[in-house]
């Protein structure tokens, strides 16, 4: 109730005050003026911003106490885990640490707009792990203080097995706060069944002919990102002149009436179905989830490479089993299988050797599927590949309401 | 004393559902229309300035979905009389003695939770779905597709929100005195003019209701458009689910609800002015 504006109050007030005499009705309606007065003007939401940098004190604040209760719960994408939850299995027999397991994230701001208000108000979100991709949203966890400082010293097994590029990322400086779950590409998806070409590049995405085929994600950095690798614009080192130029032509392909809808993850679905023949989707999703005739391709123009990452919500009730199975996930033999299902990019670069030798050993179809797994691009990419790829941009909170204001309506129609 | 408490009562009586609405409809109302006045952003926080530009910002960016959302409300309202009235005139003159099991069957499907007959929809209209894979390049052309366009979300919209619609017009039309349909009858008056003269002024205040009541929701719903419709079905719903827990826009949010809250109002009350339950009442007595 703080910061009213003296010059409102007066302004509300003073004319009736000059008069002398007052009908009953209108001190009441004065009360009533006043008293709205008060209440709009109250009640600002309090900024949260400035706490993202971590220093060793944090750290042990934070884990002062805490102490393994014997049980977790997991925040993760479909697709994520094998079907029949092997990983978990193994986890839960070797630590004795129940899991409950929930695949209830979908798109990163929905997720974000879902777990933002128990975490303003320091409540728990019923989750002590979340699997969240490097970007805007992450970057408001990090930024509002809602992510439990990592205790490096405990994830030995990180330290040891995890791939350089995957360590000390730009999005997290020192794995203050996350450490990697896995890394994919987005890519384009086509359903060989309808189309009867090759699908080789962005440009594609953008052609008439696949008139209402056409799927685009809803997410405004992976669109945004699309818009600018046609424009041959390098999404890391664009600006908003950029921004503006592929907001323009993402437009003109929505109201060609290219696309047919803008998807977060349902895109799996629609293409295997071939309610749309090609579209912007994600690797391991095509890898592993769609139909077999349906394939993948980074666009000759670029793709973006992002990782997902595991992270503690500040409010966890269970931290230190979530930090037991972050580093339990780094010993290269658990995280073998999750790769042989999800189909995603190991943070793990010793998974290859591994996946080798095991076909060397498998027979039969077995032998095929691991031999595709170990020498498949999408999950080990070529140098030359990698040289296409992108990161999202780092956005500051300025830049970031100017990125969302232009990139943001373009999926909702305006 | 006595006299005194007597006074009180009626006051007393109305003490529980005041607090309710006090504590869930007054006080958020307020702190809305205070958030839809700040500026600012989630990290740096929001401060009151009274920016009523936010307003202005809102119908300017999303004006035409403003237009779209009632423009599919009144489709789709159309719609539900359209199927309503029917159904409501054969149950309550023609149901006999299962008046009630007709109803239930009505009902039936509603006790489905709602995002899941939406999503069953979806599936009966998509591409290569039981319907439209068959008829799609041999009557229709290929590319044709229902999934994913307007005509789509209003008829999720219409099927959702159709019992809404039935259930007030039987009752109104329940209520009719058979008596006076025979009066009808017996001054001569054809089948049809005892429809338009006697049955339909006195079903009126039904569809009244039914309008207001299929009309408001569905100009606001975002369920639909969101599982049913593409991108140029969005609807101002979406928008304002967005702004608010997407994009952590709460004032843009506040102000856009107001602005819907505010058009609904008006269009309401122009409404009921026009065809209000008054001149229905009139049309009744005459």
Known sequence: MSNIDPA???????????????????????????????????????????????????????????????????????????????????????????????EVIQEMGPWFGKIQ????????????????????????????????????????????????????????????????????????????????????????????????????????????????????????????????????????????????????????????????????????????????????????????????????????????????????????ENNVPLTEFINYMPPIPSTQEILKQKAAQATGDEKKDLTRLATSPLIFPSEADLARLRHYRRLTQAEEQEYQKIFEPIAKGS | MARGRGRLTPYLMILP?????????????????????????????????????????????????????????????????????????????????????YLFLILLPYFVSFILRTVAWKLVLTDNGPILGPLRGTILPNDFHILDTGVAVVSGLTYNFLPFMVLPIYVALERIDPRVVEAAYDLYASRVQAFTRVILPLSLPGVFAGVIMTFVPVSSDYVNAEVLGGPQNTMIGNVIQTEYFNNSAYPMASALSFSLMAILLVGIFAYARTLGTQDVLEAAGR
């Open chain 2, 17 to 101: 559902s005041g607090l309710w609405m006090a504590a869930f409809f007054l006080i958020p109302m307020v702190l809305m229309v205070s958030l839809s006045l700040q500026t600012g952003n989630l990290i740096d926080g929001f401060r009151q300035t009274f920016h009523w530009q936010n307003y202005l910002d809102g119908i300017d960016t999303y004006g035409d979905k403003f237009i779209r959302s009632l423009w599919y409300g009144f489709l789709s309202t159309v719609l539900c009389i359209a199927i309503a009235y029917p159904a409501a005139y054969w149950i309550a003159f023609r149901g006999g003695r299962h008046k009630s099991t």
């Open chain 1, 8 to 102: 409102f109050l007066r302004g509300l007030t003073r004319p009736r005050m000059a008069r002398s005499t007052f009908a009953r009705r209108d001190v009441l309606r004065m009360m009533g003026a006043a008293g709205a007065g008060l209440a709009l003007s109250a009640c600002g939401v309090q900024g949260q911003g400035g706490k993202e940098k971590v220093s060793q004190t944090d750290v042990q604040k934070y884990w002062a106490g805490k102490v393994k209760n014997g049980r977790l719960n997991w925040a993760n994408w479909p697709g994520y885990m094998q079907d029949d939850r092997e990983t978990i299995k193994a986890f839960e027999k070797e630590t004795g640490i129940k899991v409950t397991y929930k």
């Open chain 1, 117 to 332: 208000a128990p975490l303003s108000a320091g409540q728990s979100i019923g989750f002590d792990l979340m699997i969240m991709t490097n970007g805007i949203q992450l970057e408001q966890c990090r930024q509002l203080g809602y992510l439990a400082p990592l205790d490096l010293s405990k994830l030995p097994n990180f330290q040891k097995n995890a791939g350089e590029s995957f360590k000390n990322p730009s999005y997290d400086p020192g794995n203050a706060h996350t450490i990697p779950y896995e890394s994919g590409v987005t890519g384009i998806a086509y359903n060989t069944k309808y189309v009867d070409e090759e699908i080789t590049s962005i440009a594609q995405l953008f052609d008439a002919k696949y008139k209402g085929k056409v799927g685009m994600m809803g997410d405004s950095q992976e669109l945004g990102n699309f818009g600018m690798f046609l424009l041959g614009i390098d999404p890391e080192k664009s600006t908003k002149a950029d921004w503006e130029k592929a907001a323009a032509k993402l437009r003109e392909q929505r109201d060609k009436g290219i696309v047919r809808k803008y998807y977060s993850q349902d895109y799996v679905d629609a293409v295997s179905k071939g309610d749309v023949w090609l579209t912007m989707a994600w690797s391991g999703d095509v890898y592993s989830l769609t139909s077999p005739d349906v394939k993948f391709v980074v666009p000759k123009e670029g793709g973006t490479i992002w990782t997902d990452n595991m992270c503690i919500p500040k409010t966890a009730e269970n931290p230190v089993d979530a930090l037991t199975l972050m580093d339990w996930l780094y010993v290269p």
